[in-house]
C-alpha cells in the first residue's frame, strides 16, 4: 500500500458512481475501460471561458451573467485563483495516507466569503443540474474550508449552451456560433464531506472487494467474462 495516496475530484465522484469499480482503480491501478472523448465539446470552451474570466479580472469587472446572477459576487484574486487552478486544491485527511486534491475553474467571492464556481458546457435546451455537479462543487468548497476558507453556502455554475443541429453540427448565424450563457446559484452542503470521505478511505483501506453498484455496466460485463470462464 502507498504510504502518501493522493486522491483526485474524478476519483471521488468514480466512489459514487461504482465502489467496486472505486476500489478497483484507485487501491489496485485496474481503471475501467476509457471512452473515446475525442469529441468532447466542453474540453473546447473550458480554456476559452478561462481566459474570458482573466481578462474581465484584469479590467477590474464581473461577467454580466455572474453580476445578473447576483451584483454583490466579484471575480476572486489572480495570482491565487492560478496557484489552485494549476496546482491543485489539497486537504490530508487526519490519521491516515490520504490526501484529496482537485483543481478549480474559478472562484468568486461574495463579501467576505469565497464562491466556487466550475464552468459546463451543455447542448441540451432544458439543462438541470446533476447531482454530480452540486458534487463537484462541493468538493471543492470542502476542500477550501479544510484550508481555512470561509465559504458561502452555494456554489456557481457557469454554463455555456451551444445549439447543434441534427447532424451534431454547431448552428451558426452569420458568422458566430449561437451560444447561450448563464450563471446558475447551487445551493451546497460541506457538513456531510467529513463522513462521506471517512466512509470513502474505509473502502479504499479495505480487503474485501466492495459489492458493485446495481446499475454499474463496467462491474455487469465483469460478471458475465467471470460466467463465461466457468463454463
Keep these: 500500500m502507498d504510504k502518501n495516496k493522493e486522491i ?19 487501491r489496485h491501478g485496474i481503471e475501467r475501460p476509457k471512452p473515446n472523448l475525442a469529441g468532447n465539446i466542453g474540453s473546447k470552451y473550458d480554456s476559452r471561458i478561462k481566459k474570458y474570466f482573466d481578462e474581465c479580472r484584469k479590467r477590474g469587472e464581473t461577467p454580466e451573467e455572474i453580476k445578473n446572477l447576483d451584483p454583490e459576487l466579484r471575480l476572486f484574486p489572480e495570482p491565487i485563483i492560478n496557484k489552485w487552478r494549476n496546482n491543485k486544491i489539497g486537504y490530508t485527511y487526519p490519521k491516515s495516507n490520504i490526501t484529496f486534491c482537485g483543481k478549480i ?5 461574495k463579501r467576505d466569503q469565497l464562491v466556487p ?3 459546463k458546457v451543455t447542448i441540451s435546451r432544458d439543462f438541470q443540474i446533476p447531482e454530480a455537479y452540486t458534487r463537484q462543487l462541493e468538493f471543492y468548497g470542502y476542500l477550501l474550508k479544510k484550508n481555512g476558507k470561509s465559504l458561502a453556502d452555494f456554489g456557481v455554475l457557469y454554463v455555456i449552451r451551444v445549439d447543434i443541429d441534427e447532424d451534431f453540427q454547431k448552428i451558426k448565424e452569420g458568422k458566430a456560433v449561437i451560444e447561450v450563457r448563464e450563471a446558475r446559484k447551487v445551493e451546497l452542503n460541506y457538513e456531510k464531506w467529513d463522513k462521506i470521505l471517512e466512509d470513502l478511505i474505509n473502502v479504499y483501506n479495505s480487503e474485501e472487494e466492495p459489492d458493485p453498484a446495481e ?17
Design 8 to 26: 483526485s475530484r474524478t476519483k471521488v465522484e468514480l466512489y459514487f458512481e461504482c465502489k467496486r469499480c472505486f476500489w478497483l482503480d484507485v
Design 105 to 109: 475553474d474559478d472562484l468568486l467571492k
Design 117 to 119: 464556481l466550475d464552468i
Design 215 to 231: 446499475n454499474c455496466e463496467f462491474c455487469q460485463r465483469d460478471k458475465k467474462i467471470m460466467e463465461l470462464r466457468k463454463t
